[in-house]
């Protein structure tokens, strides 16, 4: 259905449920997509339309796509609809339904009975979400998912889209994804979203038991929590789930109750453990200010990895202005420089240990005076989001500070705003890359030498000063650039070779890519990866390889490889594939 008249990409007809302007008497949703032939999936595509004024005590206020059915609305709006007392006031996918959005609106919706999820979108089990382009705004739910509702074993993809303004009750004000569900997000902006209950936690994003949620080149600012023990204001992880923080900003979020830690980030572990990684994030101006709440910037009960990140200028009420984290299950992990607080009071004692301690003043292009303290203030320089700017002088001790010798490095070829990230700044110590989200753009383009797909040592790790280029470095290019399928071979100076990882720990794979031991072409591997750290060491911590598609999937090809002396916790003692990747080995 085309109601795109004049093919302005903008939406000419409206369909409402009333049966006159202002009637106030609809009892039933706009559109339902439902095929009638039992076990015959039928997809729906509309256009140019907008949706408005449902109402059903039915899922789906406006919109209902039936288990395994798709629908497909570009340049439209769902607006004001109700389920009445069910879920997804705007959207409702059944299991197994297919959404995609794309330059739509979704606005004022509610999920409006007792215990209802979902105000803009609810999409249940082993379904699949992408919104481009789109906006999710001023959405309600009377339990969780004020904006959008994900339920298990579901596939998310968010990109150039606004989620603000909506409201749960409980976990989720933006967005929660639930169990085993893979979410990303990529130059978003997530903001003013609340929970408003105890015990709700993620007053922008939620991440479920077991799910996995990435953002990159996103801004995540102003959202909160009201109730005691109602954690992350900006971010929250639950038990089991993964959180993934690059080239994105998380500013200006609170929370308001007792023992609420994590103001702008919180990671919980009730039943098993959580894991976070912020890689070139800045995490600036987020407040804790009720009885005890911990960790104004970030709050860490299980597992953390900061990496070339900012957190600086937040303040909490408890303990931890920048960092806080439970003393008895945490455990921090600082790769390469980090800066988090102006003194070793910012942070708890384990965190300061690990992190650089900075001044705002000399880190930020602008700040201002906050809850006590001194954060960096957001501005519009460019890009999908805003970002707060360094200051521009080769004495900030954030410009130049970013690559070099980091175990397990994730390399970062862009900032938040897809400006160059190995910027060399004029008279800076170190090499090229500033820490954070955004880098000077002042100086000349200087990457590192070991930026390639040849692999040329046989060292286990990253360390871009070398001038070689190693697996580990070059794995970690070729997940900067997920769209570019990159085919990684050895110098045929390593053939029967062998790499041991020892310390470097797993080679971590987000992107589809091959890797070809296979030097001569004989159909038999040339090189040996091992974990230990030395031939007959036996002292393996890690797996070989982890692969883990983030989003779209990885699809990961080896061959010619013998892969040996694994030892993993987990499942996987070798390899572990993660949610939505594919692992081929040939000749290995």
């Known amino acids: 259905i085309d109601g795109d008249l004049n093919d302005d990409g903008a939406a000419d007809i409206t369909l409402s449920a009333l049966s006159a302007p202002g009637a106030g008497d609809a009892d039933s949703r706009v559109v339902t997509v439902e095929g009638l032939d039992e076990g015959a999936s039928i997809e729906a595509t509309l256009i140019g339309l ?42 409702f996918g059944d299991e197994g339904a297919r959404l995609s959005f794309e330059n739509v609106a979704i606005t004022d919706n509610a999920a409006g009975g007792s215990f209802d999820f979902g105000g803009g979108v609810r999409l249940e089990g082993f379904g699949e979400l992408a919104l481009i382009d789109g906006e999710v705004s001023g959405n309600s739910a009377t339990l969780e998912g004020g904006g959008i509702s994900v339920r298990q074993d579901a596939s998310v993809s968010i990109r150039g889209s606004v989620i603000s ?39 922008g994003l939620h991440a479920g038991n077991s799910a996995v949620l990435s953002v990159s080149n996103s801004l995540i600012e102003g959202n909160s929590t009201a109730g005691d023990r109602a954690r992350g204001g900006g971010v929250y992880g639950d038990a089991f789930s993964t959180v993934r923080l690059t080239n994105t900003t998380v500013a200006g979020n609170e929370t308001a109750g007792e023992e609420a830690h994590g103001g702008g980030v919180a990671t919980w572990h009730t039943f098993g453990d959580s894991t976070l990684e912020l890689t070139n994030a800045t995490v600036t101006g987020n407040r804790t200010t009720g009885l005890d709440a911990d960790g104004g910037g970030v709050y860490v009960q299980s597992s953390a990895r900061f990496q070339s990140s900012i957190v600086l200028g937040n303040a909490a009420a408890g ?25 070793a009071a910012a942070c708890d004692a384990s965190a300061s240990a690990g992190a650089v ?82 880098e000077v753009q002042t100086g000349v383009s200087a990457p590192p ?54 310390g470097a720990g797993a080679i971590r794979i987000v992107s589809s890519l091959s890797i070809d031991g296979d030097i001569d072409g004989d159909g038999t591997p040339d090189i040996e990866i091992s974990a230990d750290g030395a031939e007959g060491s036996g002292d393996a911590a890690s797996r070989i390889f982890e692969i883990d598609g983030v989003g779209a999937g990885a699809e990961v090809l080896l061959n010619g490889l013998v892969i040996r ?3 993993a916790e987990g499942s996987g003692g070798g390899v572990r594939v993660g949610p939505g990747g594919a692992q081929t080995q040939a000749g290995a």
């Not at 030498?449 to 070398?466: K, P, Q, R, S």
């Open 449 to 502: 030498a070991a930026l390639g797909l040849v692999v040329t040592t046989t060292a286990g790790g990253i360390d871009l000063t070398d001038d070689e280029i190693s697996l580990a470095e070059a794995v970690a290019f070729a997940n900067s650039d997920p769209d570019a399928l990159a085919a990684i071979t050895f110098d045929a100076s390593l053939a029967g070779s062998t790499i041991f990882l020892g």
């Open 165 to 203: 303004d909506n409201t749960a009750a409980r976990d989720g004000g933006g967005l929660i994804v639930d169990a085993r569900t893979v979410a990303d997000i990529d130059g978003s902006t997530i903001s003013g979203n609340a929970t408003t209950d105890a015990n709700a936690h993620g007053g």
């Open 319 to 343: 303990e931890g202005d920048e960092i806080g984290e439970d003393a008895d299950d945490a455990a921090l992990t600082f790769a390469g420089a980090n800066f988090a607080g102006a003194d």
């Open 565 to 567: 002396d694994g030892a």
């Open 357 to 438: 301690n900075a001044a705002a003043a000399d880190v930020f292009a602008a700040t201002a005076a906050f809850a006590g303290t001194t954060a960096g203030v957001l501005g519009d320089n460019g890009g999908p989001v805003r970002t707060a700017a360094l200051r521009g002088n080769a004495s900030n001790p954030a410009i130049d500070a970013d690559q070099g010798a980091v175990a397990n490095a994730v390399i970062v070829t862009t900032d938040a705003r897809g400006e160059d990230r190995f910027i060399d700044f004029p008279g800076a110590p170190g090499g090229p890359g500033d820490l954070g989200a955004f």
């Open 50 to 91: 907008t949706l408005r004024d449902g109402a059903t005590a039915l899922n789906g206020g406006g919109v209902y796509v039936a288990a395994g059915d798709a629908l497909t609305f570009k340049d439209g709006a769902v607006t004001e609809n109700r389920a009445e007392r069910s879920d997804g006031g705007g959207v």
